[in-house]
């Protein structure tokens, strides 16, 4: 699919040159495999003077560039502003459709949920539990709460596939205070049984050990008889 200037929107409106030459600039990128250059173009044009086309130009260099959930999105904000009527929307449905057929939706969790997360080191505007459209392959999932980090390496199936990944923070080790506050009398009786068994069993250990050294000691100092 070609990248087209919106030459009727910008045709009623002689005083956008700005708009226009950052416009122009973006096609060029674009021509010449510069994707993030277009990108870059484009952005500062729809900055200027927004038209749908220019979302459309948008989301083919986002698709180019393989950020597949930026692409989604641009073309389904293409898709409702410019309607019926637009343009490209044959081309914007058929690129929508495709992609998704290619990609993998994937799901990523935390318990507890609200963390951040970073897909392939760019972050995700939303916190978890999320979704999120990505390319077939390799992908490095990375979440974020508070102290907590964790991550994980997944292998995207495409073909319009659901994937999750779930992540759970280990719980936290609970203190010998934690627990004496909040023991019962049951759980009283029972430490306390417990430590007298465990005093009882080290005193007959002393015990036993200071009658051995008694029979040990003599027989080594003794003198031998003649």
Not at 127 to 144: C, Q
Request: glycine letters at 4%.
């Amino acid at each position: 699919l070609a990248v087209l200037a919106p030459s009727r929107a910008w045709a009623q409106d002689a005083s956008l040159d700005e708009a226009r030459t950052h416009f122009e600039e973006g096609v060029a990128r674009y021509e010449k495999n510069d994707f993030l250059g277009a990108l870059e173009a484009f952005a500062q044009a729809d900055r200027r003077k927004h038209v749908p086309a220019i979302t459309y130009n948008i989301a083919r260099a986002r698709e180019s560039l393989g950020q597949v959930q930026d692409a989604i999105d641009a073309y389904e904000s293409y898709l409702a502003e410019a309607g019926a009527e637009g343009d490209y929307l044959a081309a914007a449905t058929v690129a929508l459709t495709t992609l998704k057929a290619r990609a993998s939706k994937l799901r990523v969790e935390t318990t507890p949920p609200g963390a951040n997360v970073r897909i392939d080191g760019r972050i995700w505007r939303e916190k978890t539990p999320t979704t999120i459209w990505v390319s077939r392959g390799y992908h490095r999932v990375d979440v974020e709460l508070q102290e907590w980090r964790a991550g994980a390496d997944i292998d995207a199936e495409g073909n319009g596939k659901e994937e999750s990944v779930v992540l759970q923070r280990p719980s936290a080790p609970v203190s010998y205070t934690h627990l004496r506050a909040h023991e019962t009398v049951l759980d009283l009786v029972c430490r306390l049984l417990l430590e007298k068994k465990q005093h009882i069993s080290i005193l007959l250990t002393i015990t036993l050990f200071h009658n051995l050294m008694h029979i040990i000691i003599p027989s080594v100092t003794s003198p031998h008889s003649s």
